[in-house]
């Protein structure tokens, strides 16, 4: 049974960066796209970036593009996501997930397999 375990989330103060990881166990992570996503309180789960199975194919919401960054090693199982300029808006928890189709998605009903989140907190 694959799992997913994010890492990385904490308080920064606004302009300041963080970096999420999300370790996969199992053999088959490369055959997967990978996705971000962020839940604010009182909010629903929104796309945050994807990417291909190889990494060379990546997706972002307009919110983020330009200050954040999806990538992938396949060597360690693991997908980062790279964020910078980050601003109180982005406070959420922050979840990674797993298309077993391999395909970049949008919407959180077509990822398969779920981490169980981690805490970004950007103070103002």
């Known amino acids: 049974q694959v799992q997913l375990v994010e890492s990385g989330g904490g308080l920064v103060q606004t302009g300041g960066s963080l970096r999420l990881s999300c370790a996969a166990s199992g053999r088959t992570f490369s055959s997967y796209a990978m996705g971000w996503f962020r839940q604010a309180p009182g909010k629903e789960r929104e796309f945050v970036a994807a990417?291909?199975?190889?990494?060379?194919?990546?997706y972002y919401a307009a919110s983020v593009k330009g200050r954040f960054t999806i990538s992938r090693d396949n060597a360690k199982n693991t997908v980062y996501l790279e964020m910078n300029s980050l601003k109180p808006e982005d406070t959420a928890v922050y979840y990674c997930?797993?298309?077993?189709?391999?395909?970049?998605?949008?919407?959180?009903?077509?990822?398969?397999?779920w981490g169980q989140g981690t805490q970004v907190t950007v103070s103002s």
């Open positions: 997930a797993a298309d077993y189709q391999g395909r970049i998605e949008t919407m959180a009903y077509n990822y398969d397999l």
């Open positions: 990417l291909s199975r190889s990494g060379g194919n990546t």
